[in-house]
Structures are given as C-alpha cells and as structure tokens.
C-alpha cells in the first residue's frame, strides 16, 4: 500500500490557521511549530497504524484503510477530546507544568514539548485500541462494499483512499485538534474597569505592552488638589 501524503500536508494547513490569529495572542514561530509537530507525529502514528492493520485480514487493503480512517476522524476525535481533558484535569491537580498542553515555559523548553509528545502519543495509543475494538465487532465486511466497490478502476481507489479523503479528514483534525490543545489566552479586553489595564497573559509580549499600570487614586488627588474658598470668588 502506498503511502499517504496527508500527514506531510495538513501542516500547512495549520499554517494558515496560525496567521488567522490575533495579532495580539499569535504564537511565535517556536510554539507553532512545538503544537503543530505533536499532531504531526500522532497523524503519522495513525496512518502507519492503519497501513499495519489493514494487512491483517482478508478485506481489501484500501477498504480497511478508509473505514479505520473513517472511525479515527469520528469515535477517534471524541477519544482524543476526552483523553486531552482528562489528562489536562490530572496534570492542573498534580502542578505539572511542563505537561500542560501549549505551554513550554519562558523560555521555551525542549523537555516540555517532550513530554507533551509522549503523552498525546499515549492518547493516540488509547485512541487506535478503542477504534481497533470497534473493527471486531461483525459487519464491517458490508460497509466494505458500500464504500469502494462501485469505483472500477483501482487506481482512482487508491488515489481517494490514500490521498483526497486523508487530505480533507486530515486538515478538519489538524484544525480541531489544534485549537483543544494550544494554550488559550485570555482578551486583553476583558476589563470593565477603564481604571485599571490588563496585565497581558501572553508570556512573550515585552517592553510596554506587559507594563502593568496601577488603579487611578481618584480620591488621593481631590484631596491633593487645592480648594477654592467660595467666599473669595469674585462676583
């Protein structure tokens, strides 16, 4: 079976998703491409996963490449949405930093995407055995002939399965997936209080950008500033 190209172009995608960001909250060059290489190495996990077990049975290759695939962008998404939240709930509870998705520390730390790395493969591990479960269950064998058997020419099956349909499933997940698992930022707008300005929570914004400036004492200069004796004001 050949090899499917989506992994290498979904990135892209991704690519555009970072410049339609913010200006304000748009991450550096580094940080994009720490989140953008997780999911590429899970993506590879997957379609390398999904090329060894469509081998395995008597069913058609490319049948059980797309029916795997099929499930990794539907039950799969909701095995890995759950899995980040979980893991992101147990890694706030035990104080681990370094394995917060999207945060890599200041400066970023190679350690830290690291780690992240294994444990989004283990997610991706979790996600493949629980969709792997699903292919036992009988039936599979029908939707076989739903799916391919009206495409005569084998080449054009091959073309869909390993590149148009992985291409487009492939860049919705990238998409999704990237938008669960980089950090989030709160607005720099969100105070009601125009005495006060927000401390930026983007960890590389410097100079006067992160200055903080303090509430306005409104009372300490009433009473700093000089009173007019009514008395003396000219008529």
């Given at each position: 079976m ?39 190495i ?18 058609d290759?490319?049948?059980l ?24 709930r ?7 930093a ?20 294994g444990v989004?493969?283990?997610i ?23 799916l391919?058997d009206?495409?005569p ?11 148009i349909?992985?291409v ?35 960890p590389?914004?410097?100079g006067d ?6 509430p306005v ?11 007019m ?7």
């Open positions: 050949a090899v499917s190209l989506s992994p290498c172009v979904s990135p892209s995608l991704s690519t555009v998703k970072r410049f339609r960001e913010p200006v304000g909250i748009r991450r550096p060059w580094r940080i994009w491409f720490y989140d953008m290489s997780k999911q590429a899970g993506a590879l996990f997957i379609h390398f996963a999904n090329v060894f077990l469509s081998n395995l049975t008597e069913m290759p490319c049948s490449y797309l029916i795997n695939f099929l499930l990794d962008a539907t039950l799969g998404m909701l095995v890995i949405w759950v899995g980040v939240r979980v893991v992101s147990i890694v706030e509870y035990k104080q681990f370094l394995l917060t998705f999207g945060e890599y520390g200041d400066p970023p730390q190679a350690a830290a995407w690291l780690g992240q790395c989004y493969l283990l991706m591990v979790l996600e493949k055995s629980v969709v792997s479960l699903v292919l036992l269950i009988p039936g599979w064998t029908n939707l076989q002939s739903v391919l009206y495409i020419n084998p080449q054009v099956d091959l073309v869909l399965v390993m590149l349909v992985p487009i499933v492939n860049s919705i997940m990238f998409w999704v997936v990237d938008s669960l698992m980089m950090r989030k930022y709160k607005s720099l707008d969100d105070s009601c209080d125009p005495s006060t300005k927000v401390v930026s929570m983007v590389w914004v410097t950008e992160s200055q903080v400036l303090l004492d409104t009372d300490a200069e009433e009473e700093d500033s000089p009173t004796d009514p008395r003396r004001v000219p008529l």
